[in-house]
Each structure stands twice: as structure tokens, then as C-alpha cells.
């Protein structure tokens, strides 16, 4: 009887500690989920955080006809709203990762108890709430440490109910797809669609939505732009399939048809060294991080360009961007390999005419200024120890005009092999509103970080001899239609300040006699524009040229008639637009507005203008720079021609004004096109000017610049969906000027009280 007695006392015992130890596990449960709320864990986020949670928003460069041309990012994240998912994404989103999502509040109490009974082994519990506090909050890794997970766990519920109560169903699912980092520089579903597929999130289609929601239990291991992982990911695209029958999603019959399918993708990575207008874009962050600066928010801090989620709305034409960069890489790709072909076996090359110094000189420099010279000195390497360094061969990936190449060389002979290579600078404007429409800053910037366009100052030959033309006509009542006498020509010592008497040739050694003016700027004849010069002077040419948007300082000397000047293609192409526009010049531009992720306007840009001279002066230039297409050294457009490298057929039989330019030594190649709404420039040469073509058969602008405009221009042509105008320049209603040269003079349109002119060979 004692024995039952005490066995039942130790029964009713068993009992009340069974019921304390119940009830004190809810209370500890309570109190563990009232302390994680409380922040005793660490930071809970607010309700204004809840409200505004921190993303990381990328800013987007947006070209002229709404494309995004770039961004920038710490996290390349575009966000998107619901209405911007496909139902399918949506469905196969529920399916595989939260099957009662509309159901619960935040927790899967169901989920979560067959992950308990099963220790995990049938699937987690998280549900796409759970999913989206951890992402939001705490990072997509959770910790290793048991206990420092299970607290991460407690307050990714407590996250999730308060994420249920301030957001509905679809803000949830968006914020979701937002937030999920895809591998491969993807952040969110907008730049996970344009990355891997190209195109936006609502196109597309379901086998693409499926191959997303399968990347989500890993994205990494089911990466579908490795080789390695293609079976993996082609068996988890499958998986969601099946979830999607079993929900109700697809039919057994249409399961059948996709999982045949193969997993095709348009992968286009981005990163602030590829994709469209990379030498642009980089220009832009330079200029909007001095925006920044000067256009703070309200409360005073800066805007983050990386961060913030601003929209830049440019006046980059995508597409003719696209064509730009195209008509480089076709016509470069051959002209590159001449220019390797001649060089070859050539002591010194690719440099030309300079001694063995000379040459180490170039290379020294080149190497002390290299990444890895300064690397190696940050490590304390002393000056002989990095020299020798660049003497051990290594494996490398250098740029070819074929793609990225892997080899193995010298980092000494690297900077030899890249010295060889032909550079570009290329822009194309609208003259009437000052829109920069193309930017091509070189080849490849992730190679050649130099911009030819914003950066590099070039030797512009005679490019610059419309200058002196236009100062001629405003200044001394000339006419592209009066004739000068082109014979040798001396400048005595002193005339201009001029330390020597100065004797002009022409590169064709030989002279023509009699010629108009618009024969002689066709034909680039030195002797004329050097007798221009004398006329007007030096100081007159310079003060047009500022006027025309020059910032270059440009030496007060006679030779600059002949293009003895640096100046940007930039201002060479904003220039060249004020002829076109009827002398009006308009400062270029390359943004439209600044708007903030509210899409509230920041900034709106107008371009800045004056005007600089004359329209009847403007017009004559323009009748002059046709010349040269029609007749001069830019004829080869009008019925193609041999560049010196292959047939190029263009057949332009629109008005084009235009103006070839070579410098010395043909370091220099230059052409500048005008339709009446597009203009564009062109240089090409090596970096390095001691390397160039040792032939001006090939290293004149006409071969090396012209035919990327011909190029260029004839895909802008077949694009019906661009307005690059065929028309000719509109001429001033009333004009005092004799332009039409085959046209018999008007006895009043000649100056009676113009001064004598024939000490200067000048001939109306």
C-alpha cells in the first residue's frame, strides 16, 4: 500500500513539474520574443525604419529615348512595384517558397511545426516574410553560432508580423523580389531581367520567372551563368515547375511541354567597366559628384549617387551610341591591324623616328605611372626591385580587337604591346539645342581609362583652318568664291612676332595658281590659310575660337593657321556646330534633369548659347566645309573610295559640310561631319604621339577618322526610327555673301572700300 502511495506522489510530482516546466517555457518563449522586441538583442528596427527601410538603390543614367544606358551602385538594385511582376513570377514565387502566404500573417504556424517535428529535414519554415526581414534587416547569411541564429530566428518573426501589419500582400512580394540578390552584380528582379535575359521583369516569360524563384534557395549554387551549374539549374527550374502543379499554378500537360525546354539566356553583365557609353558614364560621375556638392538635400546631407536612387535623364541617343561604338570597332579592328603589320620587325615600335632613349624614356614613364609600380612601392619595393619585376613573365588577360586574350608576358613588354594601339575620340551633338547625342571616349575602358573626348587635347591640323577662314570672311568682306593664288609664301622674321621668317609648303609639295577659297579649304592647302593669317593675324583667329567654346590656350603664332593647336573633340565638335547653327553657339549638354526616387526634379539643365557671328558668315563656312565633301579630301564619301585598307562604299549624296585634319608626323588623324542636325568629330592616333603610322596613306585623317563617320552615318541612315536629317542647310533668307560660286558675281556685292589686297595674292 506504501509502495502505490509513493508511487502515485511521484506521479502527481511528475506531473507538476511537467505543467512548471511547460509553463515556464512559455513564459521564457514570451519573454525571449518581448526582449528581442525590446531591442535587449540588439537594434529592432523602428516604425519610421519599417516604413523606409534601407535600400540601397542604384542611380540610373537614362539615354534621350528611355533607355538605361548605366548606373550607379554599391548594390546594383533598381526597385520595381507589383504591377511591374508577371502574374507567372508571382505564382511560382508562392508555389516553391511560401505555399499559404495569403493565408497566415507572417508565420507559417503549420511550416513551422513540421520543421520542428522534422528538425528541418522537410524544409525550412521561413516564409516569404520571414525571407524578406532577414534580407532586410539582418543580411541574406544568418549566423553560424546556434545561439545567435535562434535569437536572428525570434526576431525575423517578430519582424515579419510587424512587416505583414505596415505593408499589404503585394508590397510584400515586391519588396521581396527587390531585395533578393541574384549573383553576377544582380540585386533585385529589374537587374537580375536585364542581366541575365535582357529585357524587364514583366516580359518575362515563365520559364525565366521559374529559373528565378529556383535561384532563391541558393543563388549561388543554382547560378545559371556557369557552365558547371547548367544541369543543376536546369533540374531546380523543373522542381518549381512541379510546385506550381501541385498548386494549382500549371497544368500536368503544360508541365510536360516547358520542362523540355532548355534554359537559354542574353546574360549582359554590367559593371562600370562594360556595357554602352562607359568613357561617358565615367565623365558623369565626376560631374555629379561635384553636383553633389552643390545641391544638398534639405536637411543638409549630400545625396549618395550610389545609394540614393536618383534618376540622370541624358541627351545619349542609345542608339546611335550603339552605332558609334560599332563603327570604331569595325573600322579600328582593320586599321589596327595594319598598323601591327607595318610595325612589325621595326626597331623601336611602334614609335617612329626617335632613338633607343628615346624610347626607354617612354617606357620608364609608363611604368612609373602603372598600378603595379604602385603597388609594389606601397610594399616597400625599392626602385630596382620593381624594374625587375616588370622583367618576369606572368599570365595575363590583355584586349585584343577579338576579345580579352589570355597569354603570358612581361608586364615591361605589355606596355610595349599596348603602346601600339590606335585611341578614339568621337562625339556627335545636335547643333540647335547643344545635345550631346554620342560619346565614344576610346576603344575599351577597361584597358584604356584615357578619355579622348572630355580629357585628351589633340593636335587638331587643319581642322582649325575653318577658324582662320571665318575671321577672313567677317574681318576683310570675303567670299568662299574669290580666288587667291596659291604659290610660295614667305612670313618675314617679326610680322606676328615671329622669331624666323616662316615659309608654308603644302603637303602635296606642289602648288596650283589661281584657286578659289573653297577649292583651297577642299583641298586643305596650307600656302592659303598661312596668306589668311597674315591678313587677319594671330589674335583675331584666337578671339573667334574662344568665342566658338575653345577653353585651350592657343599660342599667339602664325602656325596655328595650319592647326598647330591642341584642342579637346568636344570643343572641336561644339565649334564646328555654330557654322550649322547659323552662328549661334550652344555650350554642349549631356543631362536633361535630375530627378530624385520620389521623382521629384532636382535640377533642370538649359543649355547656355550666345551668338558669335553673323549668319551669312556661318552659312559661308558651311558652303566652304561642303566643298571638301563635294570635291576635297572628304570626296570619298560622295562614292566610297580605298582607305588604304579596304573598299568602303558610302554613296552619300546629301549635303555634308566637313573638314579632314592630320598633324604632323601623322600623329593625329581628324574628320568633323555636319548634316544640318547632327555634328560629329572623330580623332584617331596612338597615345603616345612618338607612335604612328610612318605612311600618310595611312595615317591621314581621311583614312583614319573619315570612314568611321561614313560608317557611323550610314547605320544612323537605315535607322528609320531616328531623324538624322538628309536636307541641306538652311540658307539666310537674304544673304550678302557669294556662296554659290558658279554663279556670275553681283556688282554690289563687292566692297568698294575693301583695302588693296594684292600684296596678299588675293583675287576677287
Not at 511591374?84 to 495569403?102: Q, S
Not at 549617387?305 to 552605332?323: A, C, E, H, P, V
Not at 585634319?661 to 600623329?667: A, L, P, R
Request: glycine share 8%; charged share 25%.
Amino acid at each position: 500500500m506504501a509502495t502505490k502511495k509513493t508511487e502515485n506522489t511521484n506521479f502527481s510530482k511528475q506531473v507538476r513539474w511537467f505543467w512548471k516546466a511547460f509553463v515556464y517555457s512559455i513564459i521564457g518563449i514570451i519573454l525571449l520574443f518581448l526582449f528581442a522586441s525590446w531591442g535587449l538583442f540588439g537594434e529592432m528596427p523602428s516604425f519610421e525604419k519599417l516604413e523606409n527601410p534601407d535600400s540601397n538603390i542604384a542611380t540610373e543614367i537614362i539615354s534621350s529615348d528611355g533607355e538605361i544606358i548605366g548606373k550607379f551602385y554599391a548594390e546594383n538594385r533598381v526597385p520595381v512595384k507589383f504591377d511591374d511582376l508577371p502574374e507567372h513570377l508571382v505564382n511560382a514565387l508562392i508555389a516553391t517558397e511560401d505555399e499559404r502566404f495569403y493565408e497566415h500573417s507572417g508565420i507559417d504556424a503549420r511550416g513551422t511545426l513540421r520543421a520542428v517535428v522534422k528538425l528541418g529535414k522537410g524544409g525550412g519554415a521561413s516564409t516569404v516574410s520571414q525571407q524578406l526581414a532577414k534580407n532586410l534587416f539582418h543580411g541574406a547569411d544568418g549566423s553560424k553560432n546556434i545561439v545567435y541564429r535562434v535569437i536572428q530566428k525570434i526576431k525575423e518573426w517578430i519582424i515579419a508580423v510587424r512587416l505583414e501589419r505596415q505593408y499589404t500582400k503585394k508590397e510584400i512580394i515586391a519588396m521581396y523580389f527587390n531585395e533578393v540578390d541574384f549573383v553576377n552584380g544582380a540585386v533585385g528582379i529589374r537587374s537580375a531581367s536585364k542581366i541575365y535575359f535582357n529585357k524587364e521583369p514583366k516580359d518575362l516569360t515563365i520559364e525565366e520567372a521559374a529559373v528565378f524563384v529556383g535561384m532563391l534557395k541558393n543563388p549561388s549554387l543554382y547560378n545559371p551563368a556557369r557552365e558547371k551549374r547548367k544541369e543543376k539549374v536546369f533540374n531546380r527550374r523543373n522542381t518549381v515547375y512541379d510546385q506550381m502543379v501541385k498548386n494549382g499554378f500549371l497544368t500536368e500537360a503544360e508541365k510536360e511541354q516547358l520542362k523540355v525546354k532548355p534554359v537559354v539566356l542574353d546574360f549582359k553583365p554590367e559593371s562600370h567597366s562594360q556595357g554602352s557609353a562607359t568613357y561617358f558614364r565615367e565623365y558623369l560621375r565626376d560631374f555629379m559628384k561635384k553636383w553633389v556638392k552643390e545641391n544638398k538635400k534639405e536637411d543638409g546631407t549630400e545625396y549618395d549617387i550610389y545609394r540614393d536612387g536618383l534618376k540622370i535623364y541624358t541627351t545619349i541617343d542609345s542608339k546611335m551610341q550603339q552605332y558609334a561604338e560599332e563603327a570604331v570597332q569595325e573600322h579600328l579592328t582593320l586599321l589596327q591591324a595594319k598598323f601591327f603589320d607595318l610595325a612589325k620587325g621595326r626597331k623601336n615600335a611602334p614609335f617612329v623616328n626617335i632613338s633607343d632613349a628615346e624610347t626607354e624614356s617612354i617606357i620608364s614613364r609608363a611604368m612609373k605611372a602603372s598600378e603595379r609600380w604602385r603597388l609594389l612601392k606601397d610594399e616597400g619595393k625599392s626602385e630596382e626591385e620593381i624594374i625587375k619585376s616588370f622583367e618576369v613573365k606572368r599570365n595575363m588577360k590583355i584586349f585584343t580587337w577579338k576579345g580579352e586574350r589570355d597569354t603570358i608576358m612581361t608586364p615591361r613588354d605589355s606596355i610595349i604591346y599596348y603602346k601600339h594601339f590606335l585611341q578614339t575620340g568621337m562625339m556627335a551633338m545636335e547643333p540647335q539645342t547643344g545635345h550631346i547625342k554620342v560619346w565614344v571616349g576610346g576603344i575599351d575602358y577597361k584597358y584604356f581609362q584615357y578619355d579622348h573626348v572630355g580629357q585628351g587635347a589633340r593636335q587638331v591640323g587643319s581642322t582649325f583652318k575653318p577658324f582662320v577662314y571665318a575671321t577672313a570672311i567677317e574681318q576683310l568682306g570675303m567670299s568662299p568664291c574669290d580666288s587667291i593664288i596659291d604659290a610660295p609664301f614667305t612670313m618675314p622674321k617679326g610680322k606676328w612676332n615671329i622669331d624666323a621668317a616662316w615659309s608654308p609648303r603644302n603637303s602635296t609639295g606642289e602648288f596650283k595658281g589661281m584657286v578659289t577659297m573653297k577649292n583651297a579649304l577642299a583641298n586643305s592647302i596650307n600656302t592659303v590659310s598661312a596668306k589668311l593669317m597674315d591678313r587677319v593675324g594671330p589674335n583675331a583667329v584666337i578671339d573667334l575660337a574662344k568665342e566658338l567654346g575653345v577653353t585651350t590656350k592657343i599660342p599667339e603664332q602664325p602656325a596655328i593657321a595650319l592647326g598647330a593647336v591642341d584642342i579637346t573633340v568636344s570643343e572641336m565638335v561644339g565649334a564646328f556646330s555654330t557654322f550649322a547653327n547659323q552662328g549661334v553657339f550652344i555650350k554642349p549638354s549631356f543631362i536633361t534633369k535630375i530627378v530624385d526616387k520620389n521623382g521629384v526634379v532636382l535640377q533642370q539643365f538649359i543649355p547656355e548659347s550666345k551668338d558669335v557671328m553673323n549668319k551669312d558668315v556661318a552659312y559661308a563656312i558651311v558652303k566652304l566645309l561642303e566643298g571638301v565633301t563635294e570635291s576635297g579630301t572628304g570626296q570619298r564619301l560622295r562614292w566610297g573610295g580605298v582607305s588604304g585598307l579596304t573598299q568602303y562604299k558610302y554613296s552619300f549624296s546629301n549635303p555634308i559640310a566637313g573638314k579632314t585634319g592630320t598633324s604632323q608626323n601623322n600623329s593625329d588623324g581628324w574628320f568633323i561631319g555636319m548634316v544640318p542636325n547632327l555634328a560629329t568629330g572623330i580623332w584617331v592616333g596612338n597615345d603616345d604621339r612618338a607612335a604612328h603610322f610612318r605612311q600618310t596613306l595611312y595615317g591621314q585623317g581621311a583614312t583614319m577618322a573619315l570612314p568611321i563617320w561614313g560608317l557611323f552615318m550610314q547605320k544612323c541612315y537605315n535607322d528609320e526610327t531616328l531623324t538624322v536629317s538628309k536636307q541641306a542647310f538652311e540658307r539666310p533668307e537674304k544673304i550678302n555673301i557669294q556662296v554659290d560660286c558658279w554663279k556670275p558675281i553681283e556688282k554690289d556685292s563687292i566692297d568698294e572700300d575693301q583695302p588693296d589686297l594684292d600684296q596678299f595674292d588675293f583675287k576677287p
